[in-house]
């Protein structure tokens, strides 16, 4: 059987598309479909069933892939090192968000790369959840940081750790404000946070994803604002925030040091704050490859000090 055909397989039934599986392996999405009805007829069974949106996997897909897929991955890595290498070091490829990813992530990971004898080269980059998880499935990474859970069996999740999101501001946004005016249990139009409609919102999208969700979980309503300054990098709004340009929910991680100094405050404490969870994703099999499992490892470990 072709490899590389197998490849291509497995990367449709990663993307649950041919369009995308065309676009992760560089080939045109007609050059998918032709490989995928040939690898059909080799095996004399349907793989896919074409949908409006996208393709399902058959019976006999997802047993080949859960089959393959492992087998693929190895092959992969032991093109990337070669036969012939000597060297002890191997490369991982980490991508996640860029913020925890260099904040939380990469510090930790660096402690392995002296290593001698295990020595641990680090490549990382940076995008959305749907992004990294893209580039996971299509093996341009071996380890994903991420927030969102991946859907199928081919990716394999493990919670990492939980981030605390916070509601700040600079102090001078925050010394005109009443607390008593901030009161989940107050009824009124925004949640009993009337006191906040007033302040300029600071956030990575315009859909305001984190201050939505800081409303829905503690206030239980929508927030009044719109975004007064969008930038796509939380270290960017911290750094807004501090300048004065408004209130900004963050992970608390990310502005301890700022609130420590007093260079933000906290506008509200709930009893119970909202969290989120990290999950560190590879896809399934490929930790039986040591250089990956160990930096799984390290980072599940080292997650135990970051709440």
């Known amino acids: 059987m072709d490899l590389a055909l197998l490849r291509t397989f497995v990367t449709v039934h ?21 490989q995928i009805r040939t690898l059909e007829r080799q095996l004399g069974r349907p793989l896919f069933l074409r949908q409006a949106r996208g ?13 393959a897929a492992p087998h693929l991955d190895a092959l992969v890595e032991i093109a990337g090192t070669g036969l012939n290498d000597e060297s002890s070091v191997r490369t991982l490829h980490l991508a ?15 402690e392995l790369t002296g290593d001698e004898g295990q020595g641990l080269a680090l490549r990382a980059s940076f995008g959305t959840a749907e992004e990294v998880l893209d580039g996971l499935a299509a093996g ?29 501001a600079a102090p001078s946004r925050a010394g005109p404000i009443d607390p008593e005016k901030i009161d989940p249990e107050k009824p009124s139009r925004h949640g009993g ?4 409609e007033d302040l300029p919102v600071v956030e990575v999208h315009e859909s305001l994803p984190f201050v939505s969700r800081y409303w829905a979980s503690v206030f239980d309503a929508r927030p009044a604002a719109s975004g007064a300054v969008i930038v796509p990098d939380l270290r960017a709004v911290l750094a807004c925030v501090t300048a004065g340009a408004g209130l900004a929910v963050l992970p608390r991680y990310l502005c301890r040091t ?7 405050v906290e506008l509200h404490q709930p009893p119970v704050p909202p969290l989120r969870t990290y999950v560190l994703v590879v896809r399934t099999g490929t ?21």
């Open 193 to 196: 946070a009337s006191a906040l």
């Open 140 to 168: 341009h990474h071996d380890l994903v940081v991420t927030t969102a859970r991946p859907r199928g069996a081919l990716l394999s999740a493990t919670p990492l750790c939980d981030e605390e999101h916070v509601l700040v």
């Open 96 to 110: 996640g968000p860029p913020e925890f990813t260099a904040e939380r992530a990469l510090p930790s990971l660096t």
């Open 287 to 307: 930790l039986a490859m040591p250089h990956i499992a160990r930096a799984h490892d390290w980072l599940l470990r080292a997650a135990a000090d970051w709440c």
């Open 55 to 67: 393709v399902t996997p058959t019976t006999i897909g997802d047993e080949l892939a859960h089959k």
């Open 258 to 264: 700022a609130l420590d100094r007093g260079d933000v």
């Open 14 to 34: 990663r993307a649950g598309s041919f369009t995308r599986a065309a676009a992760l392996l560089g080939l045109s999405q007609p050059a998918v479909t032709s």
